[in-house]
C-alpha cells in the first residue's frame, strides 16, 4: 500500500512561496498538540531534548497530529544512532539533530538516519508504524524519500562551520538555535543582543550559500519577521507551554488586584 504521509518539511518547504511558521511541542499532552495542529501553523515541533516526552509519547503525538494537514518533526535529544532509529521507527518523517558544531557532525546524523550504503540505520520496518508494519511494500528502497534530516547549529563553532555542514549530502536544512549559540558568545539568555542576531545571519548566509533552507527559532515578534526578511525558510515562533504560561498570567492580570498579582508572579 502506498505510505499515508504528510509531506516531510523539505517538500512542504519546497512546495511554499514564503517561510513557513511553526510551534514548539514541549507539555507531552496529546490533547494540547492537538489544540496546536488545528492552529493552522504551517509546522509542528515535537522537542524530545528539553520537553517531557518518552518515546511512547512520540508516537501517540505523531498519530493525533496526523489528522491535521500540518507537517510534524521530532527533535531527538542527541545525535544518537539509537535515538534516531527508534523515533524513524515511531513514523517520524522529518528530524531535528541538536548540537551539530561540525561537518562531521552533520554526516553522522545523516548516516544514524539512513538504510545502508549511505548509513547503518537498523531495519526494523516490519515491527514498526515507520513502515506500517511492513505494509508498505517500498519502504526500504525509498525510506529516503519519507524522510527528512534538519540538523541544528547552536554555538560559535558551527555558525563558522554553517556552509560545511549546511553542503552534507542528505542534510536537507539547518536550524539556528540563538538560545544556546547566545551561551557559547558568553551571553546567556540574550537570544536578541546585536552580535547574536549577527551571528545568526551569518549562519543564515552560510546555510543560503550551499542552497539549503535555513530556520530559526525567534519567539519575539519583531526579531521573527526580522529573519524572515533575512532568508529564513522555517522558523519556531512560539511553544505550548508558553503560550499556556502567558495566557494564564494574562487571566490572572485581568481578574486579581495587582498586589495579588505580584505575590503570584515572584513564585
Given at each position: 500500500?502506498?505510505?499515508?504521509?504528510?509531506?516531510?518539511?523539505?517538500?512542504?518547504?519546497?512546495?511554499?512561496?514564503?517561510?513557513?511558521?511553526?510551534?514548539?511541542?514541549?507539555?507531552?499532552?496529546?490533547?494540547?498538540?492537538?489544540?496546536?495542529?488545528?492552529?493552522?501553523?504551517?509546522?509542528?515541533?515535537?522537542?524530545?531534548?528539553?520537553?517531557?516526552?518518552?518515546?511512547?509519547?512520540?508516537?501517540?503525538?505523531?498519530?493525533?497530529?496526523?489528522?491535521?494537514?500540518?507537517?510534524?518533526?521530532?527533535?531527538?535529544?542527541?545525535?544518537?544512532?539509537?535515538?534516531?532509529?527508534?523515533?524513524?521507527?515511531?513514523?517520524?518523517?522529518?528530524?531535528?539533530?541538536?548540537?551539530?558544531?561540525?561537518?562531521?557532525?552533520?554526516?553522522?546524523?545523516?548516516?544514524?538516519?539512513?538504510?545502508p550504503p549511505r548509513g547503518h540505520?537498523?531495519?526494523?520496518?516490519?515491527?514498526?508504524?515507520?513502515?506500517?508494519?511492513?505494509?508498505?511494500?517500498?519502504?526500504?528502497?525509498?525510506?529516503?524519500?519519507?524522510?527528512?534530516?534538519?540538523?541544528?547549529?547552536?554555538?560559535?563553532?558551527?555558525?563558522?562551520?554553517?556552509?560545511?555542514?549546511?553542503?552534507?549530502?542528505?542534510?536537507?536544512?539547518?536550524?539556528?538555535?540563538?538560545?544556546?549559540?547566545?551561551?557559547?558568545?558568553?551571553?546567556?539568555?540574550?537570544?536578541?543582543?546585536?552580535?547574536?542576531?549577527?551571528?545568526?545571519?551569518?549562519?543564515?548566509?552560510?546555510?543560503?550559500?550551499?542552497?539549503?533552507?535555513?530556520?530559526?527559532?525567534?519567539?519575539?515578534?519583531?526579531?521573527?519577521?526580522?529573519?524572515?526578511?533575512?532568508?529564513?525558510?522555517?522558523?519556531?515562533?512560539?511553544?505550548?507551554?508558553?503560550?499556556?504560561?502567558?495566557?494564564?498570567?494574562?487571566?490572572?492580570?485581568?481578574?486579581?488586584?495587582?498586589?495579588?498579582?505580584?505575590?503570584?508572579?515572584?513564585?
Open positions: 500500500m502506498p505510505l499515508p504521509l504528510t509531506p516531510t518539511l523539505r517538500d512542504h518547504i519546497a512546495a511554499s512561496d514564503r517561510a513557513l511558521f511553526g510551534g514548539w511541542i514541549c507539555s507531552g499532552s496529546p490533547v494540547v498538540a492537538e489544540i496546536m495542529a488545528g492552529s493552522g501553523l504551517d509546522w509542528l515541533m515535537i522537542d524530545m531534548e528539553h520537553g517531557a516526552v518518552s518515546l511512547e509519547t512520540v508516537q501517540v503525538l505523531l498519530q493525533v497530529t496526523a489528522g491535521y494537514p500540518i507537517t510534524t518533526i521530532v527533535r531527538v535529544p542527541a545525535n544518537d544512532a539509537v535515538w534516531i532509529k527508534q523515533v524513524l521507527d515511531l513514523g517520524a518523517q522529518t528530524i531535528m539533530v541538536p548540537m551539530v558544531s561540525t561537518a562531521a557532525q552533520a554526516a553522522e546524523a545523516v548516516a544514524h538516519a539512513s538504510y540505520r537498523g531495519v526494523g520496518n516490519a515491527l514498526a508504524r515507520s513502515g506500517r508494519w511492513n505494509r508498505v511494500d517500498d519502504y526500504l528502497a525509498n525510506a529516503a524519500e519519507y524522510t527528512s534530516v534538519i540538523v541544528q547549529i547552536e554555538t560559535a563553532e558551527g555558525v563558522e562551520n554553517a556552509e560545511a555542514i549546511a553542503a552534507v549530502p542528505g542534510v536537507d536544512g539547518v536550524f539556528v538555535g540563538p538560545s544556546d549559540l547566545a551561551a557559547s558568545m558568553g551571553l546567556i539568555g540574550q537570544q536578541t543582543h546585536p552580535d547574536v542576531v549577527a551571528a545568526v545571519e551569518r549562519a543564515f548566509a552560510g546555510v543560503q550559500e550551499a542552497g539549503v533552507p535555513v530556520g530559526v527559532n525567534a519567539f519575539v515578534e519583531s526579531t521573527a519577521k526580522g529573519y524572515a526578511a533575512a532568508g529564513a525558510d522555517f522558523l519556531l515562533v512560539g511553544a505550548d507551554v508558553g503560550l499556556v504560561a502567558r495566557g494564564a498570567e494574562n487571566l490572572a492580570r485581568t481578574y486579581l488586584p495587582a498586589s495579588d498579582d505580584t505575590t503570584r508572579a515572584s513564585y
